[in-house]
């Protein structure tokens, strides 16, 4: 596994955005079984795989397909339109490894980590795990099968022909989308990106890389994951836990469909809050709450919006006026799928107004040391509340208590 990721995501709904979280990861590894062939056969493998590199980066058709049984015809068709979509990337590097061969006499099923770098973007490879079977002619080996390891996504440029815009601050990798519609997120990431630079102190690349598949089952194909998941979700970020230093770049998938719906309020807090997962992902770490991570992504995402407490936190005055006010801050239960949109979206405001609150009485530097000093820590335990007696001087219940009055306050 390249790492632990966690992903984040925007839900869209009545002309504004409210947040749904879940965890996913961009590059998923699968199990590899272990070799039971001859060092030459993996050996072998190893030397189609190296020719077939080679030929990506070279933007070699006839490289590419020179590896592909030649009396599979349905797959040299579907290999030669990957590697057109593939001459659309800005790769700086592109090679695999083999992690594990077996082989039933003339044939064998490798697995193998694929490994690619976008040129600007990724400082290390992106990894995603792929299982490939071959079959023997003569004394040669052939591709004769490639898809993606049990659990592991589709990558992009198997999805159709890719679309590439740059932007200022981004570069916007689409499929079966039109390009002024490219053109408009990228306008919208170009104007994110310096938001988030001017809220959050920390260091980060500045850069953000933006997938644009064609429809809601096709970014459920990116993710590895059921597409009803992603139902109404405007968009996620994938990338690693705590990445620091030499990572590949987190990708924000758009959901076309949801993200359709939007405003352009709407579209700007998505991109935003996702942007900002971008920007503090080498502090999110298993320490950081899900209150923590998305309601700061959500007060970055309003910040300059104007909008009110009443405004962007409607289910939450809702309970409040009801008489339902919570007891305790979000708990990362209450940013998953089962408890309902309406639990989902008080979980979101409700993280969103302590993250508010905080700016609003101790700053917004502080607010991002808060942020800086829980998710630097290795573990859960301890995280929050050893930073909330450093940072705002506060106990966990003496915060809680006033982040409850402060709610009751702004939304009554």
Not at 48 to 62: F, G, N, S
Not at 104 to 131: F, K, M, N, S
Not at 150 to 156: E, M, N
Not at 318 to 346: I, K, N
Request: aromatic share 6%; net charge positive.
């Amino acid at each position: 596994m390249a790492g632990q990721g966690r992903g984040r995501g925007r839900r869209a709904g009545r002309g504004r955005a409210a947040g749904c979280a879940l965890a996913v990861l961009l590059s998923a590894s699968g199990c590899s079984a272990p070799s039971h062939a001859p060092d030459a056969t993996t050996g072998a493998v190893r030397r189609v795989l190296d020719r077939r590199a080679t030929a990506v980066l070279k933007h070699d058709a006839d490289g590419y397909l020179a590896v592909v049984d030649p009396g599979a015809s349905a797959l040299r068709t579907a290999q030669r339109a990957e590697l057109a979509n593939l001459t659309q990337l800005p790769l700086t590097s592109w090679t695999y490894k083999v992690t594990g061969v077996q082989r039933h006499g003339t044939t064998a099923t490798a697995a193998v980590d694929l490994r690619y770098r976008i040129q600007g973007y990724d400082t290390a490879p992106v990894t995603t795990a792929r299982t490939l079977t071959l079959g023997r002619r003569g004394a040669t080996w052939y591709v004769t099968g490639d898809r993606p390891a049990d659990g592991a996504a589709q990558p992009l440029w198997q999805q159709g022909p890719v679309t590439v815009v740059r932007g200022a601050h981004c570069l916007i990798l689409g499929v079966g989308q039109d390009l002024a519609k490219l053109r408009s997120i990228a306008a919208a990431e170009d104007a994110a990106v310096p938001s988030v630079s001017e809220a959050w102190p920390g260091t980060w690349a500045g850069r953000v890389v933006v997938l644009v598949p064609s429809s809601l089952d096709a970014m459920g194909a990116l993710l590895g994951s059921p597409a009803a998941s992603y139902r109404g979700i405007a968009a996620v970020t994938t990338g690693e836990a705590g990445g620091a230093g030499a990572a590949p770049a987190d990708r924000v998938i758009v959901n076309p469909e949801a993200y359709a719906v939007l405003g352009d309020l709407g579209r700007e807090v998505v991109l935003t809050h996702e942007t900002t997962h971008v920007a503090t992902r080498a502090h999110t770490s298993p320490a950081t709450p899900m209150w923590l991570s998305e309601g700061y992504a959500d007060w970055v995402g309003y910040r300059r919006t104007g909008r009110t407490a009443p405004q962007a936190a409607p289910e939450l005055q809702r309970a409040v006026r009801a008489g339902d006010l919570p007891a305790d801050l979000p708990t990362d239960a209450d940013f998953g799928f089962s408890g309902g949109a309406d639990r989902l979206a008080r979980a979101y405001e409700g993280g969103w107004l302590a993250c508010r609150m905080i700016a609003s009485r101790w700053g917004e530097e502080a607010l991002a040391r808060f942020y800086t000093q829980v998710g630097d820590q290795p573990r859960r335990e301890g995280a929050t509340e050893k930073a909330l007696s450093d940072q705002l001087g506060l106990s966990p219940r003496e915060f809680t208590t006033q982040w409850r009055a402060y709610v009751r306050a702004q939304l009554s």
